[in-house]
């Protein structure tokens, strides 16, 4: 497992533009893939972004074409980018990483970040 430690959230009015950091620490994290996960009250956990095995990156259909996930590999960062954020993205977002199975499964991740808040006001 690695180590994972997320920053950036915050209050944003609807419209604005946060961008989410999250550093990973320990075990070589080049060989895990990495992913943004949230989670808003009383909700499940959901996937937002990834990126795959060929480095391609992935979204969910709420966030495409707002939301940008990257990655540091020389800092061992990942980053999401999140534009024309709407009251709906309100949620605790997770960084996560895998070393296997699909981008989209949650259980295929097995190191996770405590979350960071993350509230658009109307």
């Known amino acids: 497992q690695v180590h994972l430690v997320e920053s950036g959230g915050g209050l944003v009015q609807a419209g604005g533009s946060l961008r989410l950091s999250c550093a990973a620490s320990?075990?070589?994290?080049?060989?895990?893939?990495p992913g943004w996960f949230r989670q808003a009250p009383g909700k499940d956990r959901e996937f937002v972004a990834g990126i795959g095995w060929r480095n391609g990156t992935y979204y969910a259909d709420s966030v495409k074409g707002r939301f940008t996930i990257s990655g540091d590999n020389a800092k061992s960062t990942v980053y999401l980018q999140m534009n024309s954020l709407k009251p709906e993205d309100t949620a605790i977002y997770y960084c996560?990483?895998?070393?296997?199975?699909?981008?989209?499964?949650?259980?295929?991740?097995?190191?996770w970040g405590q979350g960071t808040q993350v509230t658009v006001s109307s």
């Open positions: 996560a990483a895998r070393l296997g199975g699909s981008v989209y499964r949650i259980d295929q991740y097995d190191s």
């Open positions: 320990g075990r070589t994290f080049s060989t895990y893939r």
